[in-house]
C-alpha cells in the first residue's frame, strides 16, 4: 500500500464514503464561519466566560424542547434560543440596576438555567436523553439541522457587515460610542443575540457543555496567528475549519465521541499556536535581539 493510498484513508476516505461524515464536515465548517468571528469578540470584550456561562443558560430551553419533540433541532434551537435570550437580558438588567457586576449576574442566572435543566431531563427522560443534550450528536445532523445551522452562520454573517464599525467600537471605547450618540446599548443587545444563536447552532453538534468550544478556543488561537481584527476572524474561521477535520477523522478512527474530540483537536491547535505562531512564544524568543556586546 502506497503512502498516497495511506493517507487518503487516514483523512479523505471517511468523508468520500460516508453521507452522515460529510454532513458533520459540513456542520463544522458552518459552525466555524458564524461562531469564529463571535468567539473573537467575546475574547476582545473579555467576555470569554460570559460565552461559557451562555452555553450553559440554553439548557433549560433545549431540555424542553428535546422533552416535547425528541432530537428536534428546531424544537430544541427555539427553546434553547427563548432561554437564553432571556438569561442575557435579565443578566444585563440586573447589573444595570444594581451594585452586582455583569459576570457575576451571567453566573448566577446560567448556575440556575443549569441546574433547571438537567432536572428536567432528568425528571422525564434518561441519562442517554441527557448526553445527547449535554454532549450532543453530531454525526447525527441531518439535512434539515444542516439548513438551521447554515442559516444561523449567514445570518451571523450578514448582521456583523452591517454593525461592524458600532460593534467594534463599542468594544474598544464604549465612552466616544457614547459621546457622538451612538445607542451602545442597542448593539450590545444583537451582539448577545449572536452569541445565543451561534450556542444555538452548536449545542446540536458539540452540546450545551461543549458549545462555546468551537466558539473561544479558536478565537484564542487566532490571537496567536494575527494582529488585525480581520485577520484574527479569518485566522478563527481557519482553525475552527481545521478542527473539525482532525476531530472527525480522529474520532472516525478510534471510535470515540466526536464532539469532545473535535474540541480536544481544537485545543491542540491552540497549544501548536500558542508555542509556534506567528506571535507564538517560540518566535518570541528566536526573535529576541540580543544584546551588543
Known sequence: MSLVTMAYDATLAPFVEFGFMRRALVACMALGLGSGPVGV??????????????????????????????????????????????????????????????????????????????????????????????????????????????????????????????????????????????????????????????????????GTLMAVGLMMLPAVAARFWAVSLPGMMFSAMLVAFLAGIVGLNISFHTGVASGPTIVLSASGIYLLSFLFGRLGIVRQRLSRPHLAG
Open 41 to 206: 469578540l467575546l475574547m476582545l470584550r473579555r467576555m470569554s466566560l460570559v460565552g461559557d456561562a451562555m452555553s450553559h443558560a440554553v439548557l433549560p430551553g433545549a431540555a424542553v424542547g428535546f422533552l416535547v419533540a425528541g432530537l428536534s433541532l428546531p424544537a430544541m434551537g427555539l427553546g434553547g434560543l427563548v432561554v437564553g435570550l432571556a438569561v442575557a437580558l435579565l443578566s444585563g438588567l440586573v447589573s444595570r440596576t444594581t451594585a452586582v457586576r455583569e459576570d457575576a449576574s451571567f453566573a448566577s442566572f446560567y448556575l440556575t438555567s443549569l441546574a433547571a435543566g438537567v432536572l428536567i431531563v432528568s425528571l422525564k427522560g434518561s441519562s442517554v436523553d441527557l448526553l445527547h443534550v449535554l454532549f450532543g450528536t453530531i454525526l447525527a445532523i441531518d439535512q434539515n439541522a444542516l439548513y438551521l445551522i447554515a442559516g444561523i452562520s449567514s445570518l451571523t454573517l450578514v448582521l456583523l457587515a452591517l454593525i461592524y464599525r458600532p460593534l467594534v467600537m463599542e468594544c474598544f471605547d464604549p465612552g466616544f460610542l457614547r459621546a457622538v450618540g451612538g445607542r451602545g446599548h442597542l448593539y450590545h443587545v444583537l451582539f448577545l443575540l449572536l452569541v445565543v444563536l451561534n450556542l444555538v447552532a452548536g449545542f446540536q453538534s458539540l
